[in-house]
C-alpha cells in the first residue's frame, strides 16, 4: 500500500515560518513524479479544505487565503512533497494533510480527488 508521512508541524508566534513535509513510501520515484499531489488542512469545528495542489509537470495551485504566503513544491528523487508556510495568521491554525492522486483531480481542492491520505501534522498559530 501507498503510505503518506507528515512532519514539520509545530506551534509558532503569528508572522513565523513553518515547512511541511510529507514522505511517500511505496512509489519509486518515477511513478512519484507523475502522481498528482495536495496539501488540505481542517481546523476543529471546520470541514477540511484545500490549501494547495502541484501536478505532474509541477504545476501549482493555492487557495486564495495562502496565496503569497505558502509555497508548494517536490522533491521527486526524494519522494517528498513539501509546503513552506511564511506570514502564518492565527487562522492558519488546523492539522495539515497530504494527498495524492495518481490522475489529475478535476478539482484541485475537493477532497475527492485524491485517493492516498497522510495522518496529518498539527500546526498552531498563536
Known amino acids: 500500500d501507498v503510505q503518506l508521512v507528515e512532519s514539520g508541524g509545530g506551534s509558532v508566534q503569528p508572522g513565523g515560518s513553518l515547512r511541511l513535509s510529507c514522505v511517500a513510501s511505496?512509489?519509486?520515484?518515477?511513478?512519484?513524479?507523475?502522481?498528482?499531489l495536495g496539501w488540505f488542512r481542517q481546523a476543529l469545528g471546520k470541514e477540511r479544505e484545500g490549501v494547495a495542489a502541484?501536478?505532474?509537470?509541477?504545476?501549482?495551485s493555492y487557495a486564495d487565503s495562502v496565496k503569497g504566503r505558502f509555497t508548494i513544491s517536490k522533491d521527486n528523487a526524494k519522494k517528498t512533497l513539501y509546503l513552506q508556510m511564511n506570514s502564518l495568521k492565527p487562522e492558519d491554525t488546523a492539522m495539515y494533510y497530504c494527498?495524492?492522486?495518481?490522475?489529475?483531480?478535476?478539482?484541485?481542492?475537493?477532497?475527492?480527488?485524491?485517493?492516498?491520505w497522510g495522518q496529518g501534522t498539527q500546526v498552531t498559530v498563536s
Open positions: 494527498a495524492a492522486s495518481r490522475t489529475k483531480p478535476w478539482l484541485w481542492y475537493r477532497e475527492n480527488g485524491y485517493t492516498y
Open positions: 511505496a512509489y519509486t520515484s518515477s511513478t512519484f513524479s507523475r502522481y498528482c
Open positions: 502541484i501536478d505532474a509537470e509541477g504545476s501549482t
